[in-house]
């Protein structure tokens, strides 16, 4: 366990964050770890800071960690969840620029099979390119 | 001469007031072309703020942008929130590389304003609250030490806020709608002149 690359998926809704999830765990596995957040600090439509560091820190590996988002708000506070990380972690998270689902589903089977940070999230960004 | 920590929990206090006194504006706004969360986010942030105005007062001005900066990252929970939040943290590390208020507004201001720049990947012309910030940078610098300072900051902000609406949004949630987002004001844009009108209108009543 953890020497694969973690997911963490990060959406507005929680509901949609949890369902995403369940598909990577019913399509590749529970040999990646597959953390998830959604919601703003009410409950509400949104995302959330604290949230997202707990998700890195419970889906963190050694190998790093490789986040999907839904929308805007989703990747600038992924992007300050990371830099408010330890200074040791952040190098080793990204953003994928992906669609959600498609992108949490390949990064996880990419992940799996034991390849690198990088290559998971170029696996991932592909669906973005196509 | 120094920024006493008076002026700063007044300027933060009003800034905050503002803002919340915003919501329904800053929610009508977002409706039109975003996700309609603006005013409920800043709301929340800011609210946040005022719960920590008796800290904020007794740390030393850097200290006391960088927690804004962070309060409002950690509660806003939308963009505005990391975007904001860069500002006042970016400031807030300006004044601890020993810059000072009143006397290096300008830069730290520059700071504030390029570090949502770099946030958002946005720069002017995007419709966004830069449309804004950029040229009261612009006026900050031009009009130092003019005795009208104050007002032309204030007169910036609300004539780069109207400039807005015509302005098709490229970035932000505005950005899906395209040609759609036309003839609507900024959301941020809008949010950014609250705040900046609450601390012009501040500083001119302690003068």
């Known amino acids: 366990m953890n020497d694969t690359v973690g997911i963490v998926i990060v959406s507005h809704s929680k509901d949609i964050a949890k369902g995403t999830a369940d598909m990577v765990r019913q399509m590749v596995g529970s040999e990646v770890t597959v953390a998830f957040c959604g919601g703003n600090p009410d409950g509400g439509l949104g995302t959330n800071v604290p949230l997202i560091i707990e998700a890195i820190n419970k889906a963190w590996s050694p190998k790093g960690v490789a986040i999907l988002v839904d929308l805007g708000g989703a990747e600038t506070n992924s992007e300050m969840a990371v830099e408010m990380l330890q200074p040791e972690r952040r190098h080793l998270v990204v953003v994928c620029n992906a669609p959600i689902v498609e992108g949490a589903v390949m990064a996880a089977t990419e992940a799996a099979g034991g390849s690198s940070l990088e290559q998971v999230r170029a696996v991932a960004e592909e669906l973005s390119s196509a | ?207």
């Open chain 2, 1 to 207: 001469m120094s920024l006493e920590p008076e002026t700063l929990k007044s300027l933060v206090r009003a800034a905050a007031e503002q803002v919340i006194a915003s919501t329904a504006e800053l929610t009508a706004l977002d409706q039109a072309i975003g996700d309609g969360d603006h005013g409920a986010n800043m709301k929340r942030g800011f609210e946040a703020v005022l719960g920590k105005l008796d800290a904020i007062g007794a740390q030393p001005p850097a200290e006391a942008l960088k927690t804004i900066g962070k309060t409002l990252v950690m509660t806003v929970g939308g963009a505005s929130g990391p975007l904001y939040g860069s500002f006042f943290i970016a400031a807030g590390d300006a004044l601890s590389h020993s810059r000072q208020l009143p006397d290096d507004l300008v830069e730290v201001f520059a700071c504030g304003v390029g570090a949502i720049s770099a946030r958002g990947r946005s720069q002017q012309g995007e419709k966004t609250m830069l449309d804004v910030l950029f040229p009261v940078l612009e006026t900050l610098k031009t009009e130092a030490g003019k005795p009208d300072l104050i007002a032309r900051v204030r007169a910036t902000a609300s004539e780069a806020v109207a400039r807005t609406a015509p302005m098709q949004a490229t970035k932000g949630r505005a950005s899906f709608l395209g040609e759609r987002s036309v003839g609507h004001v900024d959301p941020g844009a809008r949010s950014s002149c609250v705040l900046l009108h609450a601390v012009c209108n501040t500083l001119e009543a302690r003068q």
